[in-house]
Nanobody, 119 residues
Framework: QVQLVESGGGLVQPGGSLRLSCAAS????????MAWYRQVPGKQRELVAA???????NYEDSVKGRFTISRDNDKNTVALQMNSLKPEDTAVYYC?????????????WGQGTQVTISS
């Protein structure tokens, strides 16, 4: 059974930093793409950052230069370092892993961790 457990959320002042971590179990992470999404009430969940199993990354425009996604395949983890945080970064952040097998796309979600940016 695949399980993703996020940690590292919390309350921080604007301009501060947080590091989110997601521990995956039940999968061999090296063959999965991994990503972080976020969602605010009333809005669709949006992709924040993604890292492929080959290590290629992409970021949502508003977080480029501030957020960094990384993965540790030995530990089955993916992290999101968030710097220069802004109030508009406030959201529930979700870890996601996904891969395509035989034409079918499989993906799993964590339970989410709240990130609040406020003075």
């Amino acid at each position: 059974q695949v399980q993703l457990v996020e940690s590292g959320g919390g309350l921080v002042q604007p301009g501060g930093s947080l590091r989110l971590s997601c521990a995956a179990s039940g999968i061999i992470s090296i063959i999965w793409d991994m990503a972080w999404y976020r969602q605010v009430p009333g809005k669709q969940r949006e992709l924040v950052a993604a890292i492929t199993n080959g290590g290629s990354t992409n970021y949502e425009d508003s977080v480029k230069g501030r957020f960094t996604i990384s993965r540790d395949n030995d530990k089955n983890t993916v992290a999101l370092q968030m710097n220069s945080l802004k109030p508009e970064d406030t959201a529930v952040y979700y870890c996601n892993v996904g891969r395509t097998v035989g034409g079918n796309y499989y993906n799993y979600w964590g339970q989410g961790t709240q990130v609040t940016i406020s003075s």
